[in-house]
């Protein structure tokens, strides 16, 4: 958001992408780290080989803080104002996360609404037993108790539907999305199909959530 702000419209690519210059700027500020690129797996190159910054610009398009015109992009008068306010603007992309944003759009468990739906329950989970750090399969096997119905669409492509729905949990709730917003960290175990994953809240998480559910909501 500073980038327009300091540097006014920006000229898309033909297909309606960031330059290349300004992702490789953008990454280069090191809010996310990703593995792919990282690792070389994945050379920077276009805005679509970093999920990150592909998905800053989703958001503050869906979010009304910038707009597309004519091939170029630039901040709205909102994008404006609430520059000068940054739990506005937090609250207003983590809203717009929350509600308009396809949770399905980066991963291949098709489109269903795990993660999505009672996205807060699992912000309620973090405030309970956050602190301590904990598998990510403990809070995806108390989510799907809580909303069983979304084990029913699943058709898994391999592995159990349990493991398959803890798997697509996990990878949207806390890599894709907490993570995202520096809300938890992730500590990972071991690698690839064997690897573990335990979750905790950060101070980040404290100081913006204020959850308080009733004492017999959460098992």
Not at 87 to 116: M, P, R, S
Not at 145 to 172: D, H, I, M, W
Request: proline share 2%; aromatic share 14%; net charge positive.
């Amino acid at each position: 958001m500073n980038f327009f702000a300091k540097n006014g419209e920006v000229k898309l690519t033909n297909k309606g992408f960031l330059p290349t210059k300004i992702v490789s700027d953008l990454y280069q500020q090191g809010f996310i780290k990703e593995d792919s690129i990282e690792l070389k797996i994945v050379k920077l190159y276009k805005e679509s080989d970093s999920m990150s910054v592909n998905l800053t610009r989703i958001l503050i398009e869906l979010a009304g803080l910038v707009k597309k015109r004519h091939g170029k992009l630039s901040l709205t008068k909102t994008g404006e104002k609430i520059l000068k306010d940054d739990f506005q603007l937090l609250k207003n992309i983590l809203v717009t996360c929350a509600f308009k944003f396809n949770w399905a759009y980066y991963d291949g468990y098709g489109e269903n609404q795990i993660g999505k739906l009672g996205y807060g329950f699992s912000l309620i989970l973090l405030s309970k037993y956050g602190a301590e750090k904990r598998l990510d399969a403990f809070y995806a096997e108390k989510y799907f108790k809580a909303f069983p119905q979304l084990l029913a669409s699943l058709e898994p492509r391999y592995g159990t539907v349990e493991n398959y729905a803890t798997r697509c949990y996990s990878l949207r709730v806390f890599d894709r999305i907490l993570d995202y917003f520096g809300l938890i960290k992730i500590d990972k175990v071991g690698k690839g199909v064997d690897s573990v994953k335990f979750i905790t809240r950060t101070d980040l998480f404290n100081k913006l959530m204020q959850v308080q559910p009733n004492s017999n909501s959460v098992g």
